[in-house]
């Protein structure tokens, strides 16, 4: 399984940028999908998930701004990130959680898309 992000990029503080992440490979089941970020110096930490039947859940820090959404039948996920301040800046990851009956239960993660935005 193999995650693709894109959509990062250098924003002035109160603009808005779109990720978007597709899963590609021999995938038998995508549960929840999600988007973590990483600040130079600091863990990474969620930011928004989503379930398989489209649930969402976000980290207080970005709710209100940040929208994530998610389309099935292009096994891809969206965050529409309005509102963008400073301390947003970091590597954004997508990741996903899957299950085969091969395998089990197994998380993969994309490659990373940088989001810098200035002050």
């Known amino acids: 399984v193999q995650l693709q992000a894109s959509g990062g990029g250098l924003v002035q503080a109160g603009g808005s940028l779109r990720l978007s992440c597709a899963a590609s490979g021999n995938i038998f089941r995508l549960n929840d999908m999600g988007w973590y970020r990483q600040a130079p110096g600091k863990q990474r930490e969620l930011v928004a998930k989503?379930?398989?039947?489209?649930?969402?859940d976000y980290a207080d820090s970005v709710k209100g701004r940040f929208t994530i959404s998610r389309d099935n039948a292009k096994k891809s996920i969206y965050l529409q990130m309005n509102s963008l301040k400073p301390e947003d800046t970091a590597v954004y990851y997508c990741?996903?959680?899957?299950?085969?009956?091969?395998?089990?239960?197994?998380?993969?993660w994309g490659q990373g898309t940088l989001v810098t935005v200035s002050s």
């Open positions: 989503i379930t398989s039947g489209g649930n969402p």
């Open positions: 990741n996903a959680d899957t299950w085969s009956p091969y395998f089990g239960s197994r998380i993969y």
